[in-house]
C-alpha cells in the first residue's frame, strides 16, 4: 500500500518559514517525480514545485526566490522550505510522487499564514 504522509504545516506570520517534509512508503521515490501541490479555499490546486529523479526542479512563478524543494532518496523523503511567506501562500499543502501514468497523493497538511 502506497502512503504519502505529509508534515510541517501550520499557523505562520507573513515573512515567516515553514518546511514541509513528505514521508513515502510503499514506493521507491527514486524513480518519481516528486512534486508539492497546493489548494486554497475556492480554488483549483496548483503546482508549487517538482523534482524529477534526476534532480531537476521546477517552480511556479508565485514562489520562485522563496521555496525549495529537495529530495533525500535513502530517506524516500521530499522536503519543500518555504521562506518569506505571504498570506496568499495560505493553502493545504499536497505531496505527490508522479510517474506516468501514476500518481499517488498524500492527504495534505494545512499551512496558514497571517497578516
Known amino acids: 500500500q502506497v502512503q504519502l504522509v505529509e508534515s510541517g504545516g501550520g499557523l505562520v506570520q507573513a515573512g515567516g518559514s515553514l518546511r514541509l517534509s513528505c514521508a513515502s512508503s510503499g514506493i521507491i521515490i527514486s524513480i518519481y517525480t516528486m512534486g508539492w501541490y497546493r489548494q486554497a479555499p475556492g480554488k483549483q490546486r496548483e503546482l508549487v514545485a517538482t523534482i524529477t529523479s534526476g534532480g531537476s526542479t521546477n517552480y511556479a512563478d508565485s514562489v520562485k526566490g522563496r521555496f525549495t524543494i529537495s529530495r533525500d532518496n535513502a530517506k524516500n523523503m521530499v522536503a519543500l522550505q518555504m521562506n518569506s511567506l505571504k498570506p496568499e501562500d495560505t493553502a493545504v499543502y499536497y505531496c505527490?510522487?508522479?510517474?506516468?501514468?501514476?500518481?499517488?497523493w498524500g492527504q495534505g497538511t494545512q499551512v496558514t499564514v497571517s497578516s
Open positions: 505527490n510522487a508522479g510517474r506516468f501514468p501514476i500518481a499517488y
